[in-house]
């Protein structure tokens, strides 16, 4: 099973879980609506939430979760040279104490 097919599973999943929950609340507020005004505005809320939440879903896919590969290249580097500071006992912790600072944190892609 290839991945857009898995996305459209788990999307087709929370759709029918949102809209079965949906229409049971519709079923118990339709009573509500002959007695009262606020039925109406509560059915017409309940819509337009399930109706948005829906779209959400369908439309979440737009974005991007996952870092770049240069990132992981560069927080791999950095595990690997704290590795080496460890192993050779190099690491003072008098001396990161007194340097903690955010100058001294480089975090730019130039490294």
């Not at 599973?9 to 949906?22: L, M, P, R």
């Not at 439309?59 to 080496?84: C, G, M, W």
């Amino acid at each position: 099973m290839n991945k857009i097919t898995k996305k459209n599973d788990i999307k087709v999943n929370a759709t029918a879980i949102i809209w079965g929950c949906s229409t049971g609340m519709m079923a118990i507020l339709i009573s509500h609506v002959a007695m009262s005004t606020s039925g109406l505005i509560l059915l017409l809320v309940l819509i337009s939430g399930t109706s948005l939440t829906t779209i959400l879903i369908w439309h979440s896919d737009n974005q991007k979760v996952a870092l770049p590969f240069d990132n992981y290249q560069q927080i791999e580097q950095r595990i690997r040279n704290l590795e080496t500071i460890a192993s050779n006992g190099n690491l003072d912790t008098d001396t990161i104490h007194k340097n903690h600072n955010v100058e001294s944190l480089n975090y730019s892609r130039d490294q």
